[in-house]
């Protein structure tokens, strides 16, 4: 998904990541009990997926757009592709989705087993935490400023932000799903992880309130932007069905818009994003083509 000109999907910062991700595993892994290698297998394998790194990229991009140096954040950044990671683990499984597979690939249960899935995601969850704590080990960050990325991490993940969307994803009567039903949400179930990933450099120095909104607005206005564009893909391919207990249509946007319009609000909500930071000038420009990625992306 390289873009040409552009840093922010480059092949060496998903290197970067990569590479992070898998020296962080590794040392992890070596301070485990021998007995616990099956699950580090499973999280190993979801990690390692070949999912897209959206979310560790777009904390790198704010952290820059910021001043700060990007290595400086990666301890957040993959504690995000941890949590996210963990909620598709979860939402494979045959009481949420029922996906045979995820990325091409076997889902997590279809390759351990059920049980071993749901603690592969349990222990996704639970490490992600710990590894915002390195970001004190460079020494760089204030242990309040350090609280204040777990605060926010707590608040987008759980009841408040992701979870809490997906809960209604999976429990709402679609038939009679309004359109600021579904907006509500894809901004929790799918929104707040992004804007989580925007704002969590803006834990990190000390900040006016004006320039924290003009984040907010940008992860607010990309994280439904990227959903529209995830129901879009889908209803080029197929109707997003769930296999699981529900077993009727997911909420999304082809429910209470055409295609026509959907692109329509992809395009002002991409657009909304991209001037809310426009006054951050040339640092931000990853971040701009981020948003850019998010208008025309075929995958
Ligand atoms: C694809 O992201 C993922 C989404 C559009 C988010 C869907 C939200 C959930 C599945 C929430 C589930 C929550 C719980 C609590 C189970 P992507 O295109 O960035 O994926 P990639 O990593 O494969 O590139
Ligand atoms: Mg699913």
């Known amino acids: 998904m390289e873009k040409s000109g552009s840093t922010a999907f480059s092949d060496s910062r998903v290197k970067l ?8 595993l590794s040392r992890f892994e070596k301070s485990c009990s021998q007995r616990f290698e099956p699950l580090i297998e499973a999280m190993r394998y979801s990690l390692e997926g070949g999912g897209k790194r959206l979310r560790p990229i777009l904390t790198l991009s704010a952290a820059e757009a910021l001043g700060l140096d990007p290595k400086s954040v990666l301890p957040a950044a993959c504690a995000l592709e941890y949590i996210h990671t963990y909620s598709l683990v979860h939402d494979d499984l045959p009481a949420l ?7 091409g690939k076997p889902s997590s249960h279809k390759r351990f087993g059920e049980a071993v899935a749901i603690l592969a995601g349990d222990a996704l969850l639970t490490e992600a935490f710990g590894q915002i704590l390195l970001l004190g080990e460079s020494g ?8 204040g990325v777990v605060d926010l991490l707590a608040h987008h993940s ?6 809490g ?9 679609t038939s009679d799903a309004s359109l600021p039903e579904i907006e509500f949400i894809h901004i929790h179930k799918t929104g707040a992880l992004i804007l989580a ?8 120095i000390p900040l006016e309130e004006e320039k924290i909104q003009s984040f907010r607005r940008y992860g607010e206005a990309l994280g439904l932007a990227f959903q529209i564009s995830d129901d879009l893909l889908d209803s080029e391919t ?11 249509p997911k909420p999304c946007y082809t429910q209470v818009m055409s295609p026509s319009e959907m692109k329509q609000k992809l395009n002002f909500l991409i657009d909304h994003a991209i001037n809310s930071i ?3 000038g040339d640092k931000s420009q990853n971040l701009v083509d981020i948003a850019e990625f998010i208008r025309t992306r075929k995958a």
């Not at 990541?17 to 898998?22: A, F, G, R, V």
């Not at 960050?141 to 609280?147: E, G, M, N």
């Not at 759980?158 to 979870?163: N, P």
């Not at 969307?165 to 009567?173: E, H, K, M, R, S």
Request: proline fraction near 5%; avoid cysteine.
């Open 17 to 24: 990541i990569n590479d992070y991700l898998e020296t962080n």
């Open 97 to 103: 989705d029922d996906d045979d597979t995820r990325r």
């Open 140 to 147: 760089r960050f204030l242990p309040a400023q350090i609280l």
């Open 158 to 163: 759980g009841v408040r932000g992701m979870v």
């Open 165 to 173: 969307g997906q809960l209604l994803d999976v429990t709402i009567d």
């Open 197 to 204: 990933s925007v704002l969590i450099p803006t834990k990190l």
């Open 238 to 248: 197929s109707v997003r069905y769930s296999r699981g207990p529900r077993k009727k």
């Open 278 to 280: 426009r006054s951050l």
